[in-house]
């Protein structure tokens, strides 16, 4: 609650309404524009991101009791979910076409997955070289400068706004 007002404060405190905290979002979590809440609003099932990525919690977070304290277990399962599923990103990444994979991941999980394989790539490309291999280097510098390519034809013709984004970052990146 530190960069809400004292108004606002009391207006999500003073009310009985857990949905009355959507207003309040993007100052309560970063980048998190709504929660979704089920039809009665006693229930928080994901979040919406202000690019309108969104996500569904592992586990279904109750709005029971004081909103400071269902309020964190909603930040509690937003960590929990968030860190699963950059562990499923990550994992999936090696063995998933690229441009593919991105479309199905969070923007955060492509830049996060993608800058870790980077890496491993990298320390495996050195190995090799260090092991006697004399065209390791040029062989990962051209994946990489495939990868790019191809990135590049597919955003030309990508239609979807959201999609056109998670691509451009990798693009910028790489």
């Not at 980048?31 to 202000?50: E, I, Q, Y």
């Not at 509690?76 to 562990?87: A, I």
Request: net charge negative.
């Amino acid at each position: 609650f530190y960069f809400l007002s004292d108004d606002e404060l009391l207006s999500i405190l003073g009310t009985s309404d857990p949905t009355s905290v959507q207003e309040h979002m993007l100052k309560l979590f970063d980048n998190t524009a709504l929660l979704k809440f089920d039809r009665s609003g006693g229930k928080v099932l994901g979040m919406v991101s202000s690019e309108k990525e969104d996500f569904d919690f592992l586990q279904i977070q109750t709005t029971e009791g004081a909103v400071e304290t269902w309020l964190l277990a909603v930040e509690v399962e937003m960590m929990r979910t968030l860190n699963r599923m950059h562990k499923e990103g990550t994992f999936y990444y090696a063995d998933s076409d690229r441009f593919e994979w991105i479309g199905k991941q969070l923007g955060m999980i492509v830049n996060t997955g993608a800058q870790i394989w980077w890496t491993w790539e990298c320390e495996d490309t050195f190995s090799r070289v260090r092991a006697g291999s004399k065209t390791a280097m040029k062989d990962y510098a051209q994946k990489c400068s495939d990868q790019l390519d191809r990135l590049i034809q597919e955003v030309q013709t990508v239609s979807d706004r959201l999609l056109t984004k998670k691509v451009n970052t990798p693009i910028i990146v790489d």
